[in-house]
């Protein structure tokens, strides 16, 4: 089993930059691949992005790609997701999840483990 732990959201202006950490515990984290979803308020948890357990492969959202990106440190148990020219839109709740599957993937339901969430709010 893994905990995760998120940190790093905030309120932040439109076209600024957050970076989001996840910490794991336990000594099993690059078994995991990991995913970075968010929930707006009356929507849906959606994908947001994904790396594989050795981090040489990752998936983004079209929403997403090309302004964030995220990166993994299986030394530290952590996985990361800077966030550049942020919008309104970003505005969510932003969760880690842990998947025992192989692959990456872009469904909740692949995902065995999260975290509590760290809220982003983007002002315009």
């Known amino acids: 089993q893994v905990q995760l732990v998120e940190s790093g959201g905030g309120l932040v202006q439109a076209g600024g930059s957050l970076r989001l950490s996840c910490a794991a515990s336990?000594?099993?984290?690059?078994?995991?691949?990991m995913g970075w979803f968010r929930q707006a308020p009356g929507k849906e948890r959606e994908f947001v992005t994904a790396i594989s357990r050795s981090g040489g492969n990752t998936d983004y959202a079209d929403s997403v790609k090309g302004r964030f990106t995220i990166s993994r440190d299986n030394d530290k148990n952590t996985v990361y997701l800077q966030m550049n020219s942020l919008k309104p839109e970003d505005t969510a709740v932003y969760y880690c999840?842990?998947?025992?599957?192989?692959?990456?993937?872009?469904?909740?339901?692949?995902?065995?483990?999260w975290g509590q969430g760290t809220q982003v709010t983007v002002s315009s």
């Open positions: 999840a842990a998947s025992t599957a192989w692959g990456i993937w872009r469904s909740t339901v692949s995902y065995d483990y």
């Open positions: 336990g000594r099993s984290f690059s078994r995991y691949a």
